[in-house]
């Protein structure tokens, strides 16, 4: 079983910052990327950022050079931190993590897990 818990999300006026948490945890052999999606009201999921296990990066249009993505390997944690914030960056955000688990037989499978999503409110 493999849980990621996201925390962080809030309410906050336009031109602030947020900083988001996403911690993955259970049989984890690997992760290979992780990203920010979002989706706000009547919209469809977009990604918003990913990084891969190598550190490489990237963003929506939307947001880069507002935002930036780091990760600790160690603790299969990945950040967002949000500046210069904007009502159109209110949604609910979702963590994902893409890469390899073990089952409750020792196999290994590949899977995408997606957290269970933190609300991000920007007023304006």
């Known amino acids: 079983q493999v849980h990621l818990v996201e925390s962080g999300g809030g309410l906050v006026q336009a031109g602030g910052s947020l900083r988001l948490s996403c911690a993955a945890s259970g049989s984890i052999v690997s992760i290979n990327n992780m990203g920010w999606y979002r989706q706000a009201p009547g919209k469809q999921r977009e990604l918003v950022a990913l990084?891969?296990?190598?550190?490489?990066?990237n963003f929506a249009e939307s947001v880069k050079g507002r935002f930036t993505i780091s990760r600790d390997n160690a603790k299969n944690t990945v950040y967002l931190q949000m500046n210069s914030l904007k009502p159109e960056d209110t949604a609910v955000y979702y963590c994902?993590?893409?890469?390899?688990?073990?089952?409750?037989?020792?196999?290994?499978?590949?899977?995408?897990?997606w957290g269970q999503g933190t609300q991000v409110t920007v007023s304006s």
């Open positions: 990084i891969t296990s190598g550190g490489s990066t």
């Open positions: 994902n993590a893409e890469g390899y688990y073990t089952d409750y037989n020792g196999g290994v499978y590949e899977h995408d897990y």
